[in-house]
């Protein structure tokens, strides 16, 4: 059998690097999306070839449903058909909501959640005619309790796990499952962000005592990928060390 393809959405961030090499380990062709204007000889690329891990790369600004269709037409012409989908990318704007702006929530929302059903809608139905197809879609444990200062992130998060039970409910006799993963705090740059008092505090919460690595979100994600995880859709995976537990 030929190797199946993976597309990580934010492929080259703290989360998607480990999420790609999760799924080169367990036998895929990993594609990593990334904004446009990434430079052939970029860093990146570079560092994981002399790992090992031959990656492709598909730019595509996962805000703009047209660029994901033109993305996903590219990588399906010259990579093949996408199999395996991790929707991962994303940012946060925090701020209390008293003093967000429209901007805040417009661009949180459009990389978060639009960009979910953008890059989603150009590979269910393949993944369907096939009749087998992972989806995994990136949420946060801030989507799921809620977060001081992340109205806009917690919202497109929460929104991310009405589209998993939804489409997952559509695509079941289809052999395609569709899950999203809720990471807790995992030391990436976007953690990073917050004050270090502020991220002390949150840490301090933590039963683990500690963030979690993006290691741990990307084995989670080559279970999902996996033959072994056909019976589990419409899931949300909590993995955050038991900052919220339910
Ligand atoms: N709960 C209750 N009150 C809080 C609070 C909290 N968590 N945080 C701040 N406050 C209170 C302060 O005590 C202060 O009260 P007073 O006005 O009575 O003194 C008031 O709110 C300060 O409000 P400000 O708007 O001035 O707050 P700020 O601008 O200093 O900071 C913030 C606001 C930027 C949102 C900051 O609280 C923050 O960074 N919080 C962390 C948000 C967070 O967890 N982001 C996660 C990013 S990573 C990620 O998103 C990945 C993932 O999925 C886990
Ligand atoms: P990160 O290191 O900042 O990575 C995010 C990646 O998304 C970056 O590579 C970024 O590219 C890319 N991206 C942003 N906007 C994009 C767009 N419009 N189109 C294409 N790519 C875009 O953050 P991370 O921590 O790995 O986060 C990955 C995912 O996990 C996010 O969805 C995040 O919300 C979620 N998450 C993270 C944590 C955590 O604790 N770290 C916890 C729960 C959930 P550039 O760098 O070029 O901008």
Known sequence: MSKRVALVTGGMGGLGTAI?????????TVVANCLPGFPPQHEWLARHRAEGFAFHIAEGDVADFD???GMV?????ETGPVD???????????????????????????TNL????????QVLDGMAERGWGRVINISSVNGV???????????AKAGILGFTRSIAQEVAKKGVTVNAIAPGYVATEMVMAIKQEVRDSIIATIPAG???TPEEIGGLCAYLASDMAGYMTGATLNINGGLHMY
């Open 20 to 28: 790609c090499k999760a799924l080169a380990q367990s036998g895929h």
């Open 67 to 69: 660029a994901c269709a």
């Open 73 to 77: 037409e590219k990588i399906e012409s």
């Open 84 to 110: 395996v989908l991790v929707n991962n990318a994303g940012i946060t704007r925090d701020g209390a909501f008293r003093k967000m702006d429209r901007a805040q929530w417009d661009a949180v929302l459009a």
């Open 114 to 121: 639009d960009s979910v059903f953008n890059v989603t809608r």
């Open 145 to 155: 309790k809620g977060q001081f200062g992340q109205a806009n992130y917690a919202a």
């Open 210 to 212: 500690r963030m979690g």
